[in-house]
């Protein structure tokens, strides 16, 4: 008898997903960068990057390019990883992806702002034991600076 490994199917659906996400945002918006990453990760996290493909086609949630008015990119510090990365996250429940970029460029960075449109769209290939999938890496781009949250002082440069 042979042994079937559930997780190819897995891929094979959040595969359809990133595809169907990224082409709706790509004929959505115009002028944005689009870029492809390759990475090689372990079976749990393969698992996991390929359920959050699967439900809405983007493995690392919202993020948001935001500049100050001489053109300094803001980043926040993520001590997870030790080092300074755009503002950005995942979704809460039935977020959208505007919403929850919203919510963590004001969490992370004290910011609250409007959105103008898409900055950046990537493509980031995901391998494990033979079996790949993908998801879409959506970056927002933040249009009008609105007051200063004065509840937090969240480390940000």
């Given at each position: 008898m042979t042994t079937v490994d559930?997780?190819?199917y897995l891929a094979?659906?959040?595969?359809?997903q990133a595809e169907q996400t990224y082409h709706d945002l790509a004929t959505a918006h115009e002028?944005?960068?689009?870029?492809?990453?390759?990475?090689?990760?372990?079976?749990?996290?393969?698992?996991?990057?390929a359920t959050d493909a699967k439900n809405h086609g983007a493995p690392f949630g919202a993020h948001t390019l935001t500049y100050?008015?001489?053109g300094d990119l803001l980043l926040v510090r993520h001590d997870?990883?030790?080092?300074?990365?755009?503002?950005?996250?995942?979704?809460?429940?039935?977020?959208?992806?505007?919403?929850?970029?919203?919510?963590?460029?004001?969490?992370?960075?004290g910011v609250e702002a409007t959105i103008e449109g898409l900055?950046?769209?990537?493509?980031?290939?995901?391998?494990c034991d033979g079996n790949e999938t993908w998801g879409s890496y959506r970056?927002?781009?933040?249009?009008?600076?609105?007051?200063p949250s004065a509840s937090r002082t969240p480390t940000a440069r």
């Open positions: 559930s997780l190819w094979d659906v959040a595969s359809q002028e944005f960068v689009e870029f492809t990453r390759h990475r090689r990760v372990p079976r749990h996290r393969f698992k996991r990057v100050r008015p001489p997870g990883v030790g080092q300074w990365v755009l503002p950005g996250g995942e979704l809460d429940g039935d977020e959208s992806f505007q919403e929850a970029a919203l919510r963590e460029l004001g969490e992370e960075s900055g950046m769209l990537g493509r980031v290939e995901f391998y970056c927002l781009r933040r249009a009008r600076r609105r007051r």
